[in-house]
């Protein structure tokens, strides 16, 4: 990417020719732990190469200029540092807006508006966190700007608080987090019931992490989320009566399986078993990296999706399809990533069968589905940062 470039769109954009300052937020991978960070579980994910690209200066006025080069179309859109509520007309710059809020509102003084223009080259749509990757490129922006006395940890929170509150999603944290304090090389082993976080180094000699996009778009995606969510909350509702827990984190397998049949709904009683094996999986899969078994980790990739599939039912023909023929074509493991009903899978493939698993991957895929899919071998980079 080359930022001179972006600098010279942004002076053209705007009109100016002033000091501006750069930006980086990344996209993020989640290896293992789906749907966990809302049931106080484990998740471990990882911030990619690519993502959010944000050039920006202060105003003198409280106007705030958002332009992005991945929606040329829409143009600029303007608001009033006093008047920031969700419009859908607005589209993708309520991500930037609603962060504004939410720190204003959190009693951080932001004084003046502001300009930024962003570039985004991370798949739209795709479950790879581009929305949490503007949230947290507008929070570096802020608080680089407005001399603000805040963390990381903190802007993660408050990246969270808006996609919840101002956007209406009712995600965890993990991505936010993945993307504010993502390492170099190093995947986070993050307990979303404590935020207690630890980096794993991802030694990965000979492989590769592919991570393959269905291509589909997700539409309802956001509403069946929120559904899982409350789902699993009426199962914790049913066990809290029985068992002094705070989450399905709480639980070990064995505990699930005593005192499962309390929760009388079967769909409900399957939500909470995915969190509660999947929360146990990911501390395994974890050890298993540490303990250099990565055959040990890809079966539990493996198993992560089958739970998801099977258990969760957020996973669907296309990812299903796609899962199905890296575990056919010598994936170590495969599984889908992020949310789900459609977005990405990620593999860990040997480098040396890379070129023709991603072709088998592709062609099998190609064929079930009628539409192609897109590959990515991806890095593992560091988190949001002034550049
Ligand atoms: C989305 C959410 C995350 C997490 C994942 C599923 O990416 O934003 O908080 O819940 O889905 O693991």
């Not at 920006?56 to 008047?83: H, T, W, Y």
């Not at 669907?316 to 990533?337: F, H, P, Q, Y």
Request: glycine residues 10%; negative net charge.
């Amino acid at each position: 990417m080359n930022l001179d470039h972006l600098v010279d769109d942004f002076n053209e954009i705007f009109k100016t020719k002033k000091e501006v300052h750069t930006f980086f937020a990344p996209g993020r991978v989640n290896l293992i732990g789906e749907h966990t960070d809302y049931n106080g579980g484990h998740v471990f994910p990882c911030a990619l190469t690519f993502g959010t690209y944000a050039i920006a200066r202060k105003r003198d006025d409280s106007k705030i200029r958002l332009f992005s080069k991945n929606f040329n179309d829409i143009g600029i859109i303007e608001v009033d540092l006093c008047d920031l509520v969700y419009d859908k007309k607005d589209d993708w710059a309520n991500y930037p807006k609603g962060v504004v809020k939410i720190f204003k509102d959190a009693g951080l003084e932001i004084e003046t508006g502001f300009e930024v223009l962003f570039f985004g080259n991370i798949p739209n749509g795709a479950g790879l966190s581009s929305s949490a990757s503007i949230e947290l490129a507008t929070s570096i922006v802020l608080k680089d700007l407005f001399n603000l006395d805040i963390d990381m940890i903190q802007m993660v929170k408050l990246s969270q608080k808006s996609e919840n509150e101002f956007i209406g999603v009712k995600c965890g944290i993990m991505d936010q987090f993945a993307i504010g304090m993502g390492k170099k090389e190093y995947a986070i082993l993050l307990d979303t019931n404590t935020l207690k976080y630890e980096y794993v180094p991802m030694k990965l000699d000979g492989i590769s992490i592919v991570i393959a996009n269905t291509n589909k778009r997700r539409g309802l995606g956001d509403s069946k989320y929120n559904q899982r969510r409350s789902e699993c909350e009426s199962a914790l509702k049913v066990l809290q009566e029985k068992l002094d827990i705070s989450s399905l984190g709480d639980l070990s397998e064995e505990r699930f399986e005593e005192n499962k049949d309390f929760i009388q709904n079967e769909i409900h009683r399957k939500r909470a078993k995915h969190a509660v094996y999947e929360n146990q999986r990911t501390m395994k899969a974890v050890k298993a990296l540490n303990d250099g078994n990565i055959k040990g980790f890809g079966q539990l990739m493996n198993g992560s999706h089958i739970s998801l599939r099977d258990d969760y039912e957020v996973t669907g023909t296309e990812l299903d399809t796609l899962v199905s023929a890296a575990w056919k074509n010598g994936a170590i493991g495969s599984r889908m990533t992020g949310a789900g009903f459609g977005g990405c899978t990620v593999s860990l493939v040997y480098d040396h069968e890379r070129t023709g698993f991603i072709e088998k991957v592709g062609k099998d895929y190609e064929e079930k589905i009628g539409y192609k899919a897109d590959f990515y071998v991806v890095s593992i980079g560091d988190g949001a940062r002034q550049i």
